[in-house]
């Protein structure tokens, strides 16, 4: 079922806490290919304040992932480039530092929790030695005193034995252990920007239900500003204040997470909340599949992104005029036809 807590009814709009941590303004990004450098996200804006929680959803496709490693400065390290745009943390347009200065952010400025947490964690260490090294490198902790941070932190995560096991390897932890060990070692050098992406995908729902509630209580315990990437609507209503939704390398919808959930302002948006199952809610309410998949970067179309698969579309209008971000009452969206639609939301507490 999908809720949305009181904490996360802030306010309607787009405004953040206070000023934004993170700044993102017309972030477009290539890729190499055989005609030449392709564009794979294209003018993306938002903004993340400090100690807000931040989805950025969408489909396998969208770029949200794209976007989330352009702000950990590691586009190049994936064989992209940033075209145009910026990139402002705490007030510094980071694409214009170099790379010793990213290095220098990575870790105490902000750190990111990849997916498969296993495969991100070196099966020749210990855990402790893989948290005692970031901590070393950053904080400038001598060996003791890194290992007994590193003990601090897998009890932060809630790591049973922490000091026994804090001398083990990853392949001595499950999955949902080894995610734990990923936030303690990100956690540890005390970042302002924690970037999630889609970090409970391959862990079952119980395990899946510990990690947001561990999460929401490092949010709470150290005011970090959090930014997480996933396809879960169901998972970012119980987490996200505010929803970025991103569709083929743009921004379809932007707005508070009640107003996304409840009145959604965009056809795909919409159609993301149809294929969620809601037990006990509407029994009648058929699942609704979004015909089609996300275009290939290459062969977007000159109009509406989205009108291939539209269900609202208006032939010689939205396959013509690609539609800008427009203000709308609950935040911006991208739709030509937004004033004159009715979509569907789904119930929120």
């Given amino acids: 079922m999908v809720t949305i807590s009181d904490d996360t009814r802030t306010s309607a709009g787009l405004g953040t806490k206070s000023e934004p941590l993170l700044r993102v303004r017309d972030l477009t990004i290539e890729f190499p290919s055989a005609g030449g450098w392709q564009t794979t996200v294209d003018g993306v804006s938002f903004d993340v304040g400090a100690g807000e929680s931040v989805a950025l959803v969408g489909e396998s496709g969208s770029g949200k992932t794209v976007s989330s490693l352009a702000v950990m400065g590691l586009t190049a390290a994936t064989g992209g480039r940033i075209a145009r745009g910026s990139i402002e943390f705490d007030g510094r347009d980071l694409t214009k530092v170099h790379e010793r200065e990213w290095r ?72 949902g252990m080894c995610q734990r060990v990923m936030i303690a070692m990100v956690m540890a050098c005390n ?63 932007n707005a508070a997470a009640e107003e996304v959930f409840f009145r959604p302002q965009h056809p795909y948006t919409s159609g993301l909340l149809a294929s969620i199952p809601q037990p006990g809610l509407n029994a009648d309410r058929r699942l609704v599949a979004i015909p089609g998949g996300i275009p290939a970067a290459a062969d977007w179309p000159t109009g509406c992104r989205f009108a291939p698969r539209c269900g609202h579309v208006t032939p010689g209008v939205c396959d013509v005029g690609h539609p800008p971000m427009a203000s709308v009452p609950t935040g911006e969206a991208r739709c030509l036809r937004v004033q004159d639609l009715d979509l569907q939301g789904v119930s929120v507490r």
């Fill in 104 to 175: 220098k952010l990575r870790g105490r400025g902000m750190g990111m929790i990849f997916q498969q947490p296993i495969r991100s964690l070196n099966p020749a260490y210990t855990v402790g030695d893989q948290i005692a090294e970031s901590v070393r490198k950053h904080l400038g902790l001598d060996r003791k005193a890194a290992m007994a941070r590193a003990v601090e932190m897998l009890e932060l995560v809630q790591i049973p034995r922490a000091k026994e096991r804090v001398t083990e390897y990853p392949h001595a932890f499950s999955g």
């Fill in 191 to 253: 970042p302002r920007l924690l970037i999630a992406d889609e970090p409970t995908t391959a862990l079952d729902v119980t395990v899946q239900a510990k990690i947001l509630d561990l999460l929401r209580d490092l949010q709470e315990q150290t005011g970090v500003a959090l930014l997480f990437v996933s396809h879960d609507l169901a998972v970012v209503a119980e987490l996200c204040e505010r929803v970025v939704v991103m569709y083929a390398g743009e921004i379809a919808e």
